[in-house]
T-cell receptor, first 112, second 113 residues
Framework: SQTIHQWPATLVQPVGSPLSLECTVEGTSNPNLYWYRQAAGRGLQLLFYSIGIDQISSEVPQNLSASRPQDRQFILSSKKLLLSDSGFYLC???????????FGSGTRLTVV | KQEVTQIPAALSVPEGENLVLNCSFTDSAIYNLQWFRQDPGKGLTSLLLIQSSQREQTSGRLNASLDKSSGRSTLYIAASQPGDSATYLCAVTRETSGSRLTFGEGTQLTVNP
């Protein structure tokens, strides 16, 4: 069966520090992968999506970047965190558009 | 640009009541619609997926309907329980591969014992 793993669950980082959040999917190949952010009191915002290795689309210009070094691995990064980067980050995947999305358990990031 | 609206924003009901959550979207060119549940501080759990060619889907006490032409979906919860308390989100996918989900703001449901 397919599973999605996301870590860490919680992260507190100082302003200006780097960030690396990792997401991996098991039990499937060539999934579509997504990074979403949910800020406090706001809806879910798509940050990046990827339909294949090294194929990444950015939805919102910002302080973050994404990489997909392997088929089932999706990484969200930042070189220097801002206070506004605080939020709940969710990774998601789906096999193709016929299927629904499956979300990971999320990472709560607090930038201090 | 696709916009998804959910009404009501919050709902409080006594245990055992049947209830309906509403979702509307502005662009009817969707591929499918998905209902999720989110518990506080947790990720999203998929409840039901409706393809654009379908009219409804059922899972246990949940029934979701889709009227693509009018841009509406409803989530019906029968015999509500305190464990149903959560935020319910609907989201639509456009008719292109790799495309994103567009989410509504959610309905926060509280079922009182």
């Amino acid at each position: 069966s397919q599973t999605i793993h996301q870590w860490p669950a919680t992260l507190v980082q100082p302003v200006g520090s780097p960030l690396s959040l990792e997401c991996t999917v098991e039990g499937t190949s060539n999934p579509n992968l997504y990074w979403y952010r949910q800020a406090a009191g706001r809806g879910l915002q798509l940050l990046f999506y990827s339909i294949g290795i090294d194929q990444i689309s950015s939805e919102v210009p910002q302080n973050l970047s994404a990489s997909r070094p392997q088929d089932r691995q999706f990484i969200l990064s930042s070189k220097k965190l801002l206070l506004s980067d605080s939020g709940f980050y969710l990774c998601a995947w789906r096999p193709d558009r016929v299927y629904g999305y499956t979300f990971g358990s999320g990472t709560r990031l607090t930038v201090v | 640009k696709q916009e998804v609206t959910q009404i009501p924003a919050a709902l409080s009901v006594p245990e055992g009541e049947n209830l309906v959550l509403n979702c509307s979207f502005t662009d009817s060119a969707i591929y499918n619609l998905q209902w999720f549940r989110q518990d506080p501080g947790k990720g999203l759990t998929s409840l039901l997926l409706i393809q654009s060619s379908q009219r409804e889907q059922t899972s246990g006490r949940l029934n979701a309907s889709l009227d693509k032409s009018s841009g509406r979906s409803t989530l019906y919860i029968a015999a509500s329980q305190p464990g149903d308390s959560a935020t319910y989100l609907c989201a639509v996918t456009r008719e292109t591969s790799g495309s994103r989900l567009t989410f509504g703001e959610g309905t926060q449901l509280t079922v009182n014992p």
